[in-house]
């Protein structure tokens, strides 16, 4: 007998997964969705999979959460087994530990298609999305490249679903962990703003004693700055100044574009590195 072929999408809490997952709904209804939880999510996250869970009518199986045992592999499991050494983008062992392994777990031996949300127009010449997983039951789908489906196209899909963005996308357009280090700096200060627990939060980390550390220096989620730092007054207003700066210039140069947009240009035009495509699409 032929074996199953199962159909998989992994949610972020961000848009692109989360307007594919609205779009393959109807298309392919024996979809599994499922969530990769670090248990250092935003609040907003949560929230959105709530009502993403509810417009989907099945549940998001949540990885990583062993609600029965009670043992959960999460951010801290994981801190614990690299004794203490927290990941940045040169040692990204969260990504590998907290995303693909437990997604590699989820399907194990099954033949599997994976749904993946890189958008038509992410599709530029030289573009690799990178490998979600190398074993070869898993075969990746790119649904929204395949239909031409753009940026504008996922917010409209969202909105004509009433699902709408994730509440974080006030201040911040990345889903993932609190404290992740592909966090630009003006998501930083949005973090401090609206979850100044989590921000202190953040900074413990950075202020905990790393005893495998081989030399005195202080580790920083982001680069040559540490949130103590980035927190002085004179810095947060220099931040905002220069986001405000290239909010304005990006206004003149598309004024059609609405203020989401313009914001999520921004921020995408900050980077100087590709963020986590399993941890932000
Ligand atoms: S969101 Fe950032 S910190 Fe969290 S698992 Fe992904 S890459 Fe690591």
Redesign the pocket.
């Known amino acids: 007998m032929q074996q199953k072929i199962r159909h998989v999408l992994g949610l972020s809490g961000g848009k692109d997964s989360s307007a594919l997952a609205v779009y393959m709904r109807d298309r392919v209804p024996e979809m599994e969705y499922f969530f990769s939880d670090?248990g250092?999510e935003l609040p907003e996250t949560y929230e959105y999979l709530d009502k993403l869970e509810a417009f989907l009518g099945k549940p998001i199986v949540r990885l990583n959460m062993d609600s029965d045992s009670n043992r959960n592999r999460d951010f801290d499991h994981w801190l614990d087994v690299y004794k203490g050494l927290l990941?940045s983008s040169q040692v990204?062992w969260?990504?590998v530990n907290?995303?693909i392994r437990p997604f590699e777990e989820y399907i194990g031996e099954d033949r599997a298609y994976h749904y993946i949300a890189i958008r038509a127009d992410e599709d530029r010449v030289g573009y690799k999305p990178p490998k979600i997983s190398s074993l070869p039951n898993i075969q990746p789908k790119y649904p929204f490249k395949e239909d031409g489906i753009t940026k504008a196209d996922v917010y409209r899909i969202l909105e004509e679903n009433g699902i709408g963005l994730p509440k974080y996308y006030e201040w911040r357009t990345r889903s993932?962990?609190y404290?992740?280090?592909?966090q630009r700096k003006s998501e930083w200060v949005g973090l401090l703003e609206k979850h100044p627990d989590l921000f202190e939060l953040a900074k413990a980390y950075e202020e905990t004693p790393n005893k495998n550390a081989k030399t005195d220096e202080q580790f920083t989620w982001c680069q040559g700055e540490s949130l103590a730092e980035l927190s002085q007054p004179e810095r947060i207003a220099e931040i905002k100044a220069n986001t405000e700066k290239a909010l304005a210039f990006k206004k003149e140069d598309k004024p059609n574009l609405r203020l989401v947009e313009i914001f999520t240009d921004v921020l995408d035009d900050e980077d100087d590195e590709e963020p986590?495509l399993i941890?932000h699409k």
Do not use: E, N, V
């Open positions: 670090t250092k990941p990204r969260c990504t907290l995303k993932g962990c404290f992740c280090f592909f986590c941890c």
